[in-house]
């Protein structure tokens, strides 16, 4: 999501607007997007975080190194969302495969829906 700051300031100091633009600026990128908080990104940030091409990332989902429901997730036929911290283990350990098999079973126990139901409920 690209966020444009413009800000007017009348006063003697004609700079004084640029300036607190770029520090709001600089404070939102700071504090990461949605997606970043979110753990979900499109082919775009997903590919920015491994430091690939969109074109590499789709190449690596088609030939089945990356799995569907571990590292991405289809919302429609035409939108993939990608896990981004699931994606960043698998690269950083794509020559390990027992250390991403541990950060795979990790995330699947972490699911809602892989979580015990408190009694009496």
Known sequence: MAVKITIEVDGADPYLGDRLQAILQSIFEASGSDED????????IAAKALGITVTKLRDLRLSGELHEGIHYSRIS????????????????????????????DQHLRSLPSNQKSKSGR
């Not at 908080?37 to 775009?44: L, T, Y």
């Not at 698998?90 to 991403?100: G, I, L, Y």
């Open 77 to 104: 036929p035409q939108t993939i969302r990608y896990n981004l911290p699931m994606l960043k283990d698998w690269w950083v350990n794509r020559n390990d495969p027992a250390a991403h098999q541990r950060a795979i």
């Open 37 to 44: 908080r979110s753990n979900s990104a499109d082919k775009h």
